[in-house]
């Protein structure tokens, strides 16, 4: 498959500091992609990179075709962001928030019209479409602010911890989302605390210190650390960090 993500030799210093310390990878076109580490690992730094918020110090990348150094602009317009904030605006009703971030993507009124209609029906929110966001489920929430991240067809999707706080089943579902999402030939790019979750990627990458630790699927990583859960990787490895948050 086409790589939609690629970085070779990425390194971010803050002064004397490297946050971010010689990395290389590359995630596919559908890709479900885990990219974990402690805080303090430097896997924030790095997708503030991918997500065309930060300029690396040295090395290239490209994402959704284009170059991280370059044309950071482009990126943003070609991605979508969700974090554990859900990036909602509270005091604005349901189908005001699409209509928002429809705007904001610059899709034409009639897409944004087009495409709120078909997302409050398969959302099953139509009932909803005026209540205030505020006044949701959490749950609901999370599927909002996910489905509001897509409202442009991007390529790449960043998920910035999207599940913190929110029950098992509400988790579970929403993983259904990504599921579907992938299936259609979305990236998604999964930062996450529940180790439970990176056994449900394609691939997991684990930051230690700035660098990555270790990369591959969860099965070939609990095969090669000897260990039963993705759980036990990630404390044999975070153990070996030297540096705190």
Known sequence: ???????????????SFIAVDNISFSVAKGEIFGFLGAN????????????????????TGMVAGFDINRESESIKKNIGYMSQ???????????????LFGGIYGLSDSEI???????????????????????????????????????????????????GGVDPVARRQFWDMIYEAADDGVTLFVTT????????????SI???????????????KMKFGVCSMDEVFYKLARGAKRGE
């Open 207 to 221: 930051m230690v210190d700035g660098r990555i630790g270790a990369l591959d699927t969860p099965s070939a990583l």
């Open 40 to 59: 303090g690992a430097g896997k924030t730094t790095a997708m503030k990179i991918l997500c065309g918020l930060s300029k690396p110090t040295s090395g």
């Open 193 to 204: 605390h529940y180790m439970d979750e990176a056994e449900y990627c394609d691939r997991v």
């Open 85 to 99: 904030k859900f990036s909602l605006y509270e005091d604005l009703k349901v189908w005001e928030n699409i209509r």
């Open 1 to 15: 498959m086409d790589d939609i993500i690629k970085v070779e030799n990425l390194t971010k210093k803050f002064g």
């Open 113 to 163: 019209s087009k495409r709120t209609s078909a997302m409050l029906d398969k959302l099953g929110f139509n009932k909803s479409r005026n209540a205030m966001v505020k006044d949701l489920p959490l749950g609901w929430k999370q599927k909002l602010a996910f489905s509001v991240s897509m409202v442009h067809n991007p390529k790449v999707v960043f998920l910035d911890e999207p599940t």
